[in-house]
């Protein structure tokens, strides 16, 4: 079993994530000191009750084998997210941690499925994967084709090397001319590109945005000098600023860009009839407090939201 003392990170994480929030994100609570993640194959996750009234409503084609197929993009490890054990093979993280909740109130079994980020949507798409929890923002784009229940807020987060000039990062004009990296098909890509065009209408230079499939990668151009920004998902960002230490958090802002918050949302094949039964169980756990229990315990407690909604409001169209 291996553990990784947080205080600073859930310090951290606070911070960060505070920077600019929204009304709807409460203040986090510091941990006590000492308090370690476990990062060993064999978890101990919380867990909760069936429900059975919830259960029965879970489509029979759905159910009928017992097990709630899940699919997760840990493969290239995403802390506190989703990402492999000590063991390399078990995928841990908040995300999964809430799926096993939702995969309790619903009386199924937990099923994990390791994918890539693109093939997440063509799973949930074709029903490989029942269901999706993976950092998944809500969009109007990808309702027409998903449906989707909220868990948490999406916040990003700008990351620049220990030693950078760079102190802040807020409005495009900080970063007119920056090599950038960030990750395809992604909504930080769409507002990154959002503020490469405003910056070129204003007549300032163009950003260079360097593309990594791997967090892994990014952190080495960090650190090499190739990019000389990262701009991606705050709690992965935070996580590793606090363990590692050779890197600064120079900005956050919302997963849905400005005038809206952003919003984590659990992702289904639309029409399937699943979200209103995982819905009521996010609501569920919410209520009965595992749900605080568990990002609590990746240092994600500020990230929580009130109540499950689905398919609010999300990420507008892209224009053209």
Known sequence: MRLIAVPALLLLLSAAACAGEPALVPEAVPAPAG????????????????????????????????????????????????????????????????????????????????????????????????????????????????????????????????????????????????????????????????????????????????YYQKYGDVLLALKSGRVQAYFGPNPTIAYNVAISGDSRIVGTASGAGPGLQGLIAAMTKKGNGLIGPVGEALNTVIRNGTYQQVLDRWGLGNEAVPESRINPPGLPRQKG
């Not at 909760?48 to 997760?72: K, M, Q, S």
């Not at 199924?108 to 490989?128: P, V, Y």
């Not at 769409?190 to 405003?198: G, R, S, T």
């Open 35 to 210: 308090r370690t993640i476990d990062t060993g194959p064999d978890q101990k996750r919380v867990r909760t009750a069936e429900v059975a009234g919830i259960a029965a409503r879970v489509p029979a084609e759905i159910a009928r084998d017992g097990l709630l197929t899940v699919g997760f993009s840990g493969g290239d490890g995403t802390p506190p997210l989703v990402f492999p054990a000590s063991d390399d093979t078990t995928l841990i993280g908040v995300e999964t941690d809430l799926a096993q909740l939702v995969a309790d109130v619903l009386g199924l079994e937990l099923w994990s499925e390791r994918s890539s980020w693109e093939n997440l949507f063509l799973g949930a798409r074709s029903g490989k994967y029942e269901l999706v929890l993976n950092n998944v923002t809500v969009t109007e784009e990808r309702k027409d084709v998903y449906d989707f229940a909220t868990y948490r807020v999406d916040q990003l987060g700008w990351q620049v090397p220990g030693s950078s000039p760079i102190r802040k990062i807020s409005v495009p004009a900080d970063i007119a001319g920056l090599r950038v990296s960030v990750r395809s098909g992604t909504n930080q890509e769409k507002i990154l590109l959002d503020w490469d065009e405003q910056n070129r209408k204003a007549g300032r230079r163009p950003v260079e945005i360097l």
